[in-house]
C-alpha cells in the first residue's frame, strides 16, 4: 500500500506542478483518428470496427492508480449502464502497460476494456493528448458517433466528472 502511494506520488506531484497541458486540435465533427491497441479484454481493438455498429467513449488518462484516473475510470464503471443503453462501448486510454491496466482495472472493478499506448503513443499523439515531456496522456474524453465522428469533447480535470459524456451519448441516442 505505501509503494503504492509513493508510486502515485511520484506520477501525480510532476503533473501538477507543470503547465496547463496543450488542447487538443481535435475539434467536435472531425473524424476521429482510427487505430489498433492491445486490450485488457485480451484481443486488439480497432476504432473503425465500431463504424456503424456503437458509439465509442475514449477516456484517455495520465496514469493508473492516481487519486483522478481511480476517480473517473471508477465512475464509468459504475455507470457503465448509462452508456450500454446509449448503444456505446467505453474504453479508458492510457500509456500504461496493458499488465498495469489489468490490475488497476480489477482494483477500480472496470468491467469495460482499458486500451495500451504503452509501446508507441500514436494514439494519445494522433488525439492531441500526449504529453510529450512526460510520456503521458493529458486527462481527455472524446464521445464518437457511429459514424466516427468526434461529437464531444472534454479535457482536464472537467473530464474526470463522467456526466458530459454521459450527456453526449444520450443525445446521440436519440
Known sequence: MIRRTLVAL?????????????KTHLKVGDM?????????????VKLSDFRGK??????FYPAAFT???????TAYGQSLDRFETADT????????????Q????????????????FAKREVSKAYGVLMQDR????????????????QHIEEGSAAVDISGAAMACSRLKK
Open 10 to 22: 511520484a506520477v501525480c506531484l510532476p503533473l501538477a506542478a507543470q503547465t496547463p497541458p496543450p
Open 32 to 44: 476521429a483518428p482510427d487505430f489498433t491497441l492491445p486490450s485488457t479484454a485480451g484481443k486488439p
Open 54 to 59: 456503437k458509439n465509442v467513449v475514449l477516456a
Open 67 to 73: 487519486g483522478g484516473c481511480t476517480k473517473e475510470m
Open 89 to 100: 462501448q467505453v474504453f479508458g486510454v492510457s500509456t500504461d502497460n496493458t499488465p498495469s
Open 102 to 117: 489489468r490490475v488497476f482495472a480489477e482494483q477500480v472493478k472496470a468491467t469495460f476494456p482499458m486500451l495500451s499506448d
Open 135 to 150: 510520456g503521458l496522456a493529458n486527462r481527455a474524453t472524446f464521445v464518437i458517433d457511429k459514424q466516427g465522428r468526434i
